[in-house]
């Protein structure tokens, strides 16, 4: 379907990266690309016990000065107190090892050891001023610890704004980090239920981007500086969508069940969500992400989990705005061709395969299992509606009606 009004230009924006067991080796030679002489450290305090600050000392000759702060879901409170250590060290640079939450910390971090302020400062109204990011922060290399969120290539950071307990996020092209840096060695501790949690973060940002609205189904901006960080899918973004469902589907349940020793799971699984992460961060994500966020306040549910319970209903919703593609899903994920013939059939037959592979890696069942009640559907599904950003790429257009159509398919998935 051609969209007249529609945008004509689409662009892809990554970080350098680089991969390989024991990669981090090579951080001194990334740091002097960089041109930077003065790191300093933002990890968790479980890293420092696993001593990752002797490490690098030893890699790179010298003490690098740190804070161990990060919290899982990191609060304001605890991002601007990274931002004080920061700005008071004198450092050139950040380096941030760990998950998502330590990789969002040092993004934010950055941001208000440059430029100083507040994290409100940046937070998009009504929790916040909505001030645009300046401009360049000090070069970051990210090396996450878990294969998830793909923060490390994306150029947003989420925050808990404990008070009022949501969680907002800040994006900005200058928040992207200057290098990823991929070291499977560096995930193969990740307990099992933290390797299912993220694994299905992966995948849902890996099927959303796949599905969101193509770009030129977007509106054309007056202003090409005004053109979204979210552009819609495009080709680029596919290839690196359905790559990174296929090696989900052939890793995700090797590296729950025998990560300590499967290197070769772990790293198909930390590509994964890095190609997962380079996917939505140029094309976007859905409903699944939007109707994950009323959830998080609610409930006792990490981010991977609340999306992925959501995920299979999600691709059921989303599948007439493509069919095709929905039943591709499935195939990438299984490996095997579709055995019906009807559409609709077929996107119900991959959104199954999603719900067998969580099964598989006993994933949490459904919403139920969380202490989700149907009474309570109906003002989340409000809520959700609320997610204008995320639900700008989602494929359908969405009604109240349709997120509680999703919940309730969602209270148990198996
Ligand atoms: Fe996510």
Redesign the pocket.
């Known amino acids: 379907m051609y969209n007249p009004f529609g945008d004509y230009v689409w662009e892809f924006r990554s970080p350098r990266s680089k991969f390989g067991p024991g990669a981090l080796n090579e951080l001194k030679v990334d740091l002097e690309r960089l041109r930077v002489e003065k790191p300093f450290l933002i990890t968790t305090k479980g890293w420092v016990k696993r001593g990752i600050v002797d490490r690098l000392r030893e890699i790179l000759g010298k003490d690098v000065p740190y804070w161990d702060g990060v919290e899982p879901e990191p609060s304001a409170e605890s991002v601007e107190e990274a931002a004080k250590a920061l700005a008071e060290s004198g450092a050139d640079s950040v380096i941030a090892i760990g998950g998502g939450s330590a990789l969002d910390t040092a993004k934010i971090a950055n941001l208000l050891a440059t430029y100083g302020g507040r994290v409100r400062d940046y937070v998009a109204p009504p929790y916040g001023e909505g001030k645009p990011v300046p401009g360049p922060v000090k070069p970051m290399v990210a090396v996450p610890t878990t294969a998830g969120?793909g923060s490390e290539v994306t150029s947003v950071a989420v925050v808990t704004l404990k008070d009022v307990g949501v969680k907002v996020g800040i994006s900005s092209d200058f928040l992207r980090p200057s290098l990823a840096l991929l070291d499977p060695e560096l995930t193969m501790t990740v307990p099992p239920k933290v390797t299912a949690d993220t694994g299905m973060?992966a995948l849902?940002?890996a099927v959303e981007s796949y599905i969101a609205k193509p770009y030129w189904a977007r509106e054309r901006p007056e202003d090409p500086a005004k053109r979204p960080v979210y552009v819609g899918s495009f080709t680029v973004t596919d290839a690196l969508a359905e790559r990174a469902i296929e090696l989900i589907g052939k890793y995700l349940r090797r590296a729950v069940y025998q990560g300590r020793t499967d290197l070769e799971a772990r790293s198909g699984m930390l590509i994964a969500s890095y190609l997962a992460g380079l996917a939505f961060g140029n094309a976007g994500v859905g409903l699944a992400?939007a109707a994950s966020y009323p959830l998080g306040g609610r409930y006792k549910v990490t981010?991977g989990e609340a999306?992925g319970i959501l995920l299979p209903a999600v691709l059921e919703f989303n599948a007439p705005a493509n069919y095709e593609k929905a039943k591709r899903v499935g195939e990438l994920l299984t490996g095997e061709k579709c055995p019906e013939r009807d559409p609709a059939k077929c996107a119900e037959w991959a959104a199954n395969a999603i719900r067998e592979l969580q099964r598989d890696i006993k994933f949490t069942p459904g919403l139920e299992a969380v202490g989700v009640k149907e009474e309570d559907l109906m003002e989340m599904a409000k809520e959700t509606l609320n997610q204008k950003r995320l639900l700008a790429t989602n494929p359908r257009p969405v009604t109240e009606e349709d997120v509680y159509w999703v919940y309730k398919r969602s209270m148990r998935n198996y």
């Open positions: 969120t973060d849902t940002h992400h981010h999306v």
